[in-house]
């Protein structure tokens, strides 16, 4: 299994990113898939889960911001993040494996919201 995100960066507050996660290595369109966050100093948040229709569901931190979508042609996870706000501010992970330690997960891509 490989995962591999990618789309990090610094943003200002309500800027947007979007965040691809590349799979390999398992057949990524029958898995649930899931975005999930650490912020500095704290433990996992779980962001979003995908199933392989592409239904998602959210954490209520961010509802109405956050979308997260699949595209099982392209192996390939999003999450398209707008209205970034300061407490956004996480190392994002796709994980192939459910709570409650999101095993397989890729390395992570930092995300920064600040002014």
């Known amino acids: 299994v490989q995962l591999v995100e990618s789309g990090g960066g610094l943003v200002q507050p309500g800027g947007s990113l979007r965040l691809p996660c590349a799979a390999s290595?398992?057949?990524?369109?029958?898995?649930?898939m899931f975005w999930i966050r650490q912020a500095p100093g704290k433990g996992l948040e779980w962001v979003s889960r995908?199933?392989?229709?592409?239904?998602?569901y959210y954490a209520d931190s961010v509802k109405g911001r956050l979308s997260s979508s699949r595209d099982n042609t392209k192996n390939t996870l999003y999450l398209q993040m707008n209205n970034l706000k300061t407490e956004d501010t996480a190392v994002y992970y796709c994980?192939?494996?459910?709570?409650?330690?999101?095993?397989?997960r890729g390395q992570g891509t930092n995300v920064t919201v600040s002014s």
């Open positions: 994980a192939s494996g459910g709570p409650p330690e999101y095993l397989p």
């Open positions: 290595g398992f057949p990524f369109s029958y898995y649930y």
């Open positions: 995908v199933a392989p229709t592409g239904t998602a």
